[in-house]
């Protein structure tokens, strides 16, 4: 039941772009999106709803694809801010509210 | 977003006691959860605080080991019962308003077990 993140670790250079990936095996009522620093709590990103959203602030964006059952997260021009561990979690319908967490996705953004 | 404290924010405890983590929001709100997160590792829901009636518990996890209490709106306590070293942890609680909003996390309580 918990999502699939990939890739589990990359490595970029200022600058430069990624995608993580986040399936489900179940239908999904909707996707959140967390970033933990290392030490730190997780702090919310964006929350994408069943319908196909794609959503951004800045140069993170997100989609959702409902039929296919995954998200995607796009850091596009990455910073050294966004170093950290980047975690799914995937509401399903009438679950009351909880987030089962995807195993994160490592990212290390180097200048 | 909500303000969350959370107490403490670590202790170092002796096997088989118990120790109370409390979780005080500024604000009212309709959801609170408690998660287990080791080192490196993902984050595992262990309950869902209902306000006025017992926890939900996840599978793997019982009421005689982390009890619960969620007294009002705005507080929440987990206890961690009879520890032994695999209850080495961070705990953290979260918070939510509704269904489909953002969860906003506490600092956590980093637990070590002797």
């Known amino acids: 039941q918990q999502p699939v993140q990939s890739p589990q670790a990359v490595i970029l250079r200022e600058g430069e772009d990624a995608v993580i990936n986040c399936s489900s095996s179940?239908?999904?009522?909707?996707v959140h999106w967390y970033r933990q620093k290392h030490g730190e709590a997780p702090v919310f990103l964006m929350i994408?709803?069943?319908?196909?959203e794609q959503k951004g602030h800045d140069k993170i964006s997100a989609s959702f694809n409902e039929k296919k059952q995954q998200s995607s997260l796009y850091l596009t021009a990455s910073q050294l801010s966004y170093s950290g561990t980047y975690f799914c979690?995937?509401?399903?319908?009438?679950?009351?509210?909880?987030?089962?967490f995807g195993q994160g996705t490592e990212l290390s953004v180097k200048p | 977003s909500a303000v969350i404290s959370q107490k403490p924010s670590r202790d170092i405890c002796q096997r088989g006691t118990s120790l109370t983590i409390q979780c005080q929001v500024d604000?009212?709100?309709?959801?609170m959860f408690w998660y287990r997160q080791q080192p490196g590792q993902s984050l595992t829901l262990i309950a869902t605080?209902?306000?006025?009636?017992?926890?939900?518990?996840e599978s793997g996890f019982v009421i005689d080991k982390f009890p619960i209490s969620r007294p009002n709106l705005t507080f929440s306590t987990l206890t961690v019962s009879n520890m032994s070293p695999e209850d080495s942890s961070i705990y953290l609680c979260?918070?939510?308003?509704?269904?489909?909003?953002?969860?906003?996390f506490g600092d956590g309580t980093r637990l070590s077990i002797l």
């Open positions: 604000s009212q709100v309709t959801m």
């Open positions: 979260s918070v939510a308003r509704a269904n489909n909003q953002p969860q906003h």
């Open positions: 179940k239908a999904l009522y909707s």
């Open positions: 979690g995937t509401e399903l319908d009438n679950q009351g509210g909880k987030l089962i």
């Open positions: 994408l709803l069943k319908g196909g």
């Open positions: 605080a209902n306000q006025g009636s017992e926890a939900t518990y």
